[in-house]
């Protein structure tokens, strides 16, 4: 093979050589700018749902803290309303014990004395009163059924009984109060 022939294969091999080549390394170049924009727009994305993310976790903040605010609110409102409850209960409790004192007080000092209303048809023998008649009203003649008196120590026993009675009611409509407030 003569000398040019050799020489024109060696070009065109280097040609093609040097073409491979540079069409390797333009075509990584492109590659690489492909990539790093995807790269790019990957963390766009990411910071634009980290964005997101963040305003979405602010909003539920917010109403979270509303709702707090509301719920104290209203926590406050039952609160006072309790207390309000709470003074009515003790002043009603108050006023019944100072009224059973004042009761206690009459039937001791024999200023006021308890009876009872007794079926006169039960206990009366003919010819007998067995017991004290009530006053005559003021519309007629006729005199009240018969009433008995009832011994100081049993009248006590009975104010007693009827002080602790209405303290029971009183503490029951004090609960019934607290609960129709609560379940409000």
Not at 54 to 68: N, V
Not at 87 to 94: A, C, I, L, N
Not at 101 to 119: F, I, Q
């Amino acid at each position: 093979m003569p000398l040019n022939w050799r020489i024109a294969l060696l070009a065109v091999a280097v040609g093609l050589y040097t073409g491979g080549r540079g069409a390797w390394v333009w075509q990584a170049s492109e590659y690489g700018k492909q990539l790093a924009d995807q790269a790019a727009d990957y963390v766009q994305q990411l910071a634009d749902k980290d964005r997101a993310y963040g305003r979405d976790r602010e909003e539920a903040a917010a109403a979270a803290l509303e709702q707090l605010a509301e719920q104290k609110s209203q926590r406050k409102d039952l609160e006072d309303r309790l207390q309000e409850q709470d003074k009515t209960h003790w002043k009603e409790m108050s006023d019944a014990q100072q009224i059973q004192a004042r009761l206690r007080d009459r039937l001791a000092t024999a200023d006021l004395r308890l009876s009872v209303l007794v079926d006169a048809g039960a206990f009366a023998t003919p010819g007998c009163d067995a017991g004290m008649r009530e006053a005559a009203s003021t519309g007629g003649v006729v005199h009240g059924a018969v009433r008995a008196r009832l011994d100081p120590a049993h009248a006590q026993r009975i104010i007693s009984i009827t002080d602790t009675g209405d303290r029971g009611l009183i503490a029951l409509k004090a609960c019934q109060a607290y609960v129709h407030e609560v379940t409000k």
